[in-house]
């Protein structure tokens, strides 16, 4: 066992009595609320349009709610508490890699960068599906430079199918990227849980996790 493995279990042992509230009911409730409407998003996909697209709508709520709360909830909450810029996401990466990395009491630089991947993709994902909901919709898009215009266009030269087309394929794309985004996920969360020797999804579930130790960052 390492040194940095050595510290991080005396610490589990040491801080384990000693939880404390980190996250809140609205971010608890947002994250798996998130994950029941992506779930059946996913399974109800081009089978059930109507439950499709009402999840669609929650969904863009949901996001909604997490950005406003990301400005105005409780300490963890904060985009201000816990986005890193690209050097810090980049050196805590190499940390992992060396199994030196130290131990966030809120989202660490990696997950951070991974909530607001999350999120992006999934406003997108929300947002195509949307505008496809009705054709009229697809006026609210910027007009297409001529050179792309003509490669919407089908063989009968209707540009509008076309657009439709196009817009689907987006949508199926960021789709299966959220699949790889949420595997990569679930991975940080199963490797940070050995890492640290605490139980991530439960903390998510009860909103408490340990105390921080003399090495953790608050």
């Known amino acids: 066992m390492s040194d940095a493995s050595s510290r991080t279990a005396a610490q589990a042992e040491t801080y384990r009595s000693a939880e404390i509230r980190v996250w809140d ?14 779930a ?24 909604a709610l997490r950005v406003i709360w990301g400005f105005v909830g ?3 909450a904060r985009f201000a508490q816990f986005l890193r810029g690209p050097r810090v996401i980049v050196s805590y990466l190499g ?9 966030y009491i809120g989202h660490n630089p990696a997950g951070a960068a991974m909530v607001i991947a999350l999120l992006v993709t999934l406003s997108g994902t929300a947002f195509t599906g949307w505008l ?20 919407w266009a089908d063989d009968d030269g209707d540009r509008e199918s076309g657009a439709e087309g196009v817009l689907e394929e987006v949508h199926e794309t960021l789709a299966n990227l959220m699949l790889v985004l949420v595997a990569l996920h679930v991975g940080g969360v199963v490797f940070a849980s050995v890492r640290h020797r605490e139980n991530l999804v439960r903390a998510m579930v009860t909103g408490e996790k340990r105390g921080a130790g003399p090495d953790d960052i608050g």
């Open 25 to 38: 009911p609205v971010v608890r409730m947002f994250h798996w609320s998130l994950v029941v409407a992506f």
């Open 132 to 151: 496809m909901a009705e054709p009229d919709r697809l006026a609210l898009l910027p007009d297409m430079p001529q050179i792309v215009a003509p490669a």
């Open 40 to 63: 059946v998003a996913w399974l109800s996909a081009e089978e059930l349009d109507t439950l499709h697209e009402i999840v669609g709508y929650v969904v863009l709520g949901l996001i």
């Open 95 to 103: 940390d992992m890699a060396r199994g030196s990395e130290r131990r």
């Open 74 to 76: 409780s300490h963890y």
